[in-house]
């Protein structure tokens, strides 16, 4: 139990367009999702809390403008970086939690998106 | 910000335990400590977490000070497949996670 996947595992896109992440978690209700974003050879970095039929909260220094986050339903979260540019190449990560199933705030992480912007 | 301080790497032997430790000198009384691991390219892996006792599961041990200001993760039995960044995490602010540098464990043949 307790498996989050995310569509795609790697994109390519060109400078100026705009690409779609998705998180799901597959065997339980997600009532929070969390993305987070990890540079080369860095730690993860949070960017954002979404809870299912809220607005997300995002971290210091992070536009929400440019980082779209939906969180439309319990199994599903969408990231969708706009108008990307190269700096936004990373690895993208979300993670999931329900308070209700898994006591103590677990979070299970999915595999990551892997962007390269040309 | 992260509320933890690791050292950035370690060995360990094949088939020894390897002990990985954490301060989180500045942990609330109700904040929980979490361990995870990250093999390269993919997501943090759970291993396990406590509050005031130890706990043991199939995959680790995690040993917390009296005080909680300190936690040790231990492997029993280490083996290459355990090379990692190893994340320990002092859960607040609701369940935010701030992740630290973590410890790169490097087990060796």
């Known amino acids: 139990g307790a498996v989050v996947s995310q569509h795609p595992s790697r994109v390519i896109c060109k400078s100026g367009t705009s690409v779609k992440i998705e998180c799901r978690s597959l065997?339980?209700?997600?009532?929070?999702m969390f993305w987070y974003r990890q540079f080369p050879k860095q730690s993860l970095m949070l960017m954002a809390t979404?809870?299912?039929?809220?607005?997300?909260?995002?971290e210091q220094g992070v536009e929400k403008d440019k980082f779209l986050i939906n969180h439309a339903s319990l199994t599903l979260s969408t990231l969708t970086v706009t108008s990307a540019h190269p700096e936004d190449s990373s690895f993208y990560i979300c993670?999931?939690?329900?308070?209700?199933?898994?006591?103590?705030?677990?979070?299970?992480f999915g595999p990551g998106t892997r962007l390269t912007v040309l | 910000d992260a509320k933890t301080t690791q050292p950035p790497s370690m060995d360990c032997a094949e088939g020894r335990a390897a002990n990985l430790p954490c301060n989180h000198s500045?942990?609330?009384?109700?904040?929980?400590v979490y361990w995870y691991r990250q093999i390269h390219s993919q997501g943090p892996q759970y291993i396990i977490h406590?509050?005031?006792n130890n706990e043991t599961n199939e995959m680790a041990s995690l040993i917390i000070t009296e005080d909680r200001k300190s936690s040790t993760l231990i492997l029993p039995h280490a083996t290459l497949r355990d090379t990692a960044v190893y994340y320990c995490?002092?859960?607040?602010?609701?369940?935010?996670?701030?992740f630290g540098s973590g410890t790169k464990l490097n087990v060796k043949p």
């Open positions: 993670s999931a939690a329900d308070r209700g199933r898994f006591t103590n705030n677990e979070q299970f």
């Open positions: 065997d339980f209700q997600a009532t929070t």
């Open positions: 979404s809870n299912e039929g809220s607005k997300a909260t995002y």
């Open positions: 500045t942990i609330s009384g109700n904040e929980y």
């Open positions: 406590g509050l005031k």
């Open positions: 995490i002092v859960q607040y602010n609701f369940n935010k996670f701030y």
